[in-house]
């Protein structure tokens, strides 16, 4: 159902839209679909070598998330009429992908409204799972001392080429609520070390035990920024 423009108000938040792990493959397929075969989307050893730790999405492929967010909210393929984005991040491969807006302002005598964008990469560093001291304080102290912290990340090779990761969060949950820590498996985007010093985190929680959470660590990073005008019935 089409939103009306008499339904919205300044201050309101679109329905977000979010793309789950973005494969490889799509942004293969994207780059010969499109005629952008630049190997820093095509080729992992290729974009190595320019710094980029492997390839990266295409920027006009997650600009479209962006605008299909915007016309699926206003039910209406040719609803905009302006829009103005900037890329302020990469998105990788694995990726989680959110796009949302704002209303900023109204134009009643055309029924227009402003946004402002922002999309959201989250990329997946590990899979945990912590015993605790208290379960029944610990998730939510947990979520909300991870997700409120920063990280610092450290990798570096030891016997026979074995990688040893290092995860520092600047929040001290570990006194607090976890009496151990067991490291399930590590994505791509830690192995590969995608993340940069005190980058903001978020977590998801898999599974709750009767003394135990199972969750994903993902690092937060905003990949668009910009402004849109949309016209409502």
């Known amino acids: 159902m089409a939103i009306k423009y008499a339904e919205v108000n300044v201050g309101d938040e679109i329905t977000q839209l979010e793309k789950k ?11 010969y679909a499109s005629g952008d075969e630049n190997p820093i989307h095509m080729s992992d050893s290729e974009a190595w ?39 302020v991040g990469s998105v990788r491969a ?27 990469t989250y990329t997946p560093l590990y899979h945990a799972r912590v015993i ?6 610990a998730e939510t102290l947990l979520k909300e001392s991870l997700s409120n912290s920063k990280l610092n990340y450290r990798t570096s090779y030891e016997f026979k080429d074995h990688k040893i990761v290092d995860i520092q ?14 490291f399930l498996s590590f994505e791509e ?22 003394d ?9 990073r905003q990949s668009l920024a910009g402004k849109a005008k949309v016209k409502l019935q």
Request: hydrophobic share 40%; charged share 30%.
């Open 94 to 120: 694995g990726d989680n992908i959110i796009s949302t807006a704002r209303i900023t302002n109204k134009y009643d005598s055309d029924k227009i409204v402003e946004l402002t964008l922002a999309q959201f």
């Open 189 to 210: 985007g830690a192995v590969k070390e995608w993340t940069n010093k005190d980058e903001d985190i978020e977590i998801e929680i898999l599974d709750r035990g009767e």
């Open 21 to 31: 792990k973005l494969s490889r493959e799509q942004i293969i397929e994207y780059g």
């Open 212 to 220: 135990q959470i199972e969750y994903v660590l993902y690092r937060k």
């Open 169 to 182: 969060m600047t929040a001290d949950i570990e006194a607090k609520c976890i009496k151990k820590v067991i």
């Open 49 to 87: 070598k320019t710094g980029l730790k492997g390839v990266i999405a295409h920027g006009l492929f997650f600009i479209a998330f962006m605008q299909q967010a915007l016309t699926d909210w206003a039910d209406n393929a040719e609803a905009i009429k302006d829009i103005d984005i900037k890329m």
């Open 132 to 137: 605790l001291t208290d379960p029944d304080i």
